[in-house]
């Protein structure tokens, strides 16, 4: 399916507002994406490049400000690991897994990290 990706994700942030809440220069969240660290996709009308906003959360340490899922990062390497693509991997983690009874990204946000990665292991192809 074309642009499948914005079906599966409830709510998109574009970069430079990602680079708001989180309170770092726009070159350092496209860093983010560059590296793996952070998956972002062209979303909407103009094909801007997003990420899901549940990629984010509050900042315990600066208020009024996010940062990127702390749990997100090894999750995307041990992914991108087992052999997921991006598209892959973002599929995985917004569809409800049988053996978490929820999807993982809302495993990974509710800190069930170990429970989630279990998950992911079998994965590996």
Avoid: C
């Amino acid at each position: 399916m074309d642009r499948e990706w914005e079906g599966l994700v409830p709510a998109w942030v574009f970069l430079p507002d990602v680079a708001t809440r989180l309170g770092v220069p726009d070159r350092q969240v496209r860093s983010l994406v560059r590296d793996g660290r952070l998956l972002a996709f062209r979303v909407g009308e103009n094909k801007a490049l997003a990420v899901p906003e549940a990629f984010l959360a509050p900042d315990p340490e600066r208020p009024g400000h996010d940062e990127v899922l702390v749990p997100l990062r090894g999750s995307l390497t041990q992914l991108a690991d087992s052999g997921y693509n991006e598209l892959e991997t973002l599929r995985w983690l917004f569809t409800v897994e049988e053996t978490l009874g929820e999807a993982p990204i809302d495993a990974l946000r509710s800190g069930r990290i170990s429970t989630a990665r279990r998950a992911a292991q079998g994965l590996a192809f």
